[in-house]
């Protein structure tokens, strides 16, 4: 049984499976419970906009589709249109079968296991597109590792909320319908974080005081990605094994305040996950950029002493555009017993940039101006971290241990 959180179950519908068009784009993510929810968005273009909204799904290999009527939302500064539907009450580790409509192509998608039975992939990075080449060569190569979910820690399109700016995110869903679907038709779901090309100029600066600011400075990233949602940052659960914390690196909220007190309990809340990590755009720990600009000494007076004070093993960061794996750091020094390593900088799809020195360079272990993305193995008792790039690749592995959890 699949029923909608919004929206009414129809009483069933021809068997046939379309292999019709591609959607000019499609997002899956999750604003629930990942083993049991999915949230799926299916864009229209203007000449569709008579299309019944909604969208169809059944178990996979089963006969009767099941329709859910979706909430339209517009596409900022567009005449495309966004069916958007979230079906609840799934199975865990489950296959399930979506289109937008009987003359359209079929995609399928799987829910997350209840528990760590077998090993979870997730594919993360950020900076992800300023050429469509490049974000889709690393797409393809990400592919190739078949993985469970996506994680994008901001700077996606580039498009920076501006209404001019508004084909690079035409393009950037172009890339994913062309190559985030697996060979048969399996769709990832994606969890997007805000980055500074999400919001016009780039940073708070004191000027957002409701959601109607977000609205109206950062209308892509609110409108195209149901998670976060407002208020910008959020943490979504898998089962008892993982939980994904996004944060918003002074974007469209401030970092001290009320978000570092949202980061402190939701970390302090999870004590018994053994893989907890947290996931923003912004460095505390630079591999290119200045280690002194304002954003970075923000995470590190707010954020990092939180991460250390959770036993906190792995973070994701990125802006940078390069490759960077620090050494674990506690207390700013080196402490491979309660240290926390930082992993990423972002460059998906990006222009790389030039890198520290990582001999004079303290908390660095590896810095590359280079595009890659990271392929994270989850196991009951480690993450093995593979940083691949665009040609798939190994740029280098390791092994982190799990959290001590109570």
């Not at 009987?102 to 050429?131: C, N, Q, S």
């Not at 555009?321 to 207390?331: A, D, M, N, S, W």
Request: with cysteine; hydrophobic share 35%; net charge negative.
């Amino acid at each position: 049984m699949i029923a909608a959180a919004c929206g009414i179950l129809s009483i069933g519908i021809p068997a046939a499976t379309a292999q019709g068009d591609a959607p000019p784009g499609m997002i899956l993510t999750w604003t629930g419970d990942p083993t049991t929810s999915i949230v799926i968005d299916w864009h229209r273009l203007a000449e569709n906009e008579d299309t019944p909204a909604a969208i169809q799904a059944r178990p996979r290999g089963t006969d009767q589709w099941h329709a859910f009527e979706a909430e339209r939302i517009p596409f900022p500064h567009s005449d495309r249109l966004i069916d958007r539907v979230e079906i609840e009450n799934l199975q865990p580790d489950t296959e399930y079968e979506f289109r937008g409509s009987p003359e359209e192509k079929t995609y399928w998608f799987r829910t997350m296991p209840a528990t760590l039975d077998r090993p979870i992939v997730m594919a993360a990075g950020g900076d992800v597109r300023h050429r469509k080449s490049w974000m889709s060569r690393m797409n393809t190569a990400v592919m190739e590792h078949d993985p469970d979910l996506i994680v994008w820690g901001g700077d996606l399109a580039y498009a920076d909320g501006l209404p001019g700016r508004i084909n690079r995110w035409y393009e950037f869903l172009d890339s994913m319908v062309e190559t985030l679907v697996t060979s048969e038709g399996r769709v990832p779901p994606v969890v997007a974080g805000m980055g500074n090309h999400e919001i016009q100029g780039g940073y708070h600066r004191g000027r957002i005081n409701s959601h109607a600011d977000r609205l109206e400075l950062a209308p892509y990233f609110y409108a195209l990605f149901a998670f976060p949602g407002d208020p910008g940052y959020g943490v979504l659960d898998f089962g008892n094994y993982m939980s994904i914390v996004m944060g918003d690196s002074d974007h469209s909220n401030p970092i001290a305040g009320e978000q570092t007190r949202w980061m402190r309990d939701t970390l302090r809340e999870r004590s018994h996950v053994p893989h907890l990590i947290p996931v923003y755009h912004v460095p505390a720990w630079p591999s290119a950029r200045s280690f002194d600009t304002d954003v970075s000494r923000a995470v590190r007076e707010h954020w990092v002493p939180l991460f250390e004070r959770n036993g906190i093993r792995l973070a994701l960061e990125n802006h940078d555009h390069t490759y960077k794996r620090t050494v674990p750091i506690y207390r700013d020094s080196e402490d491979a017993e309660r240290g926390v390593i930082y992993i990423g900088d972002g460059s998906w799809g990006v222009r790389t940039r030039d890198v520290h020195d990582v001999d004079e360079t303290w908390y660095l272990e590896k810095a590359k101006n280079i595009r890659h993305a990271l392929i994270i193995t989850l196991r009951p008792n480690d993450k093995l971290v593979e940083a691949i790039d665009a040609e798939n690749n190994t740029i280098e592995t390791i092994t982190i241990p799990a959290r001590d959890v109570r």
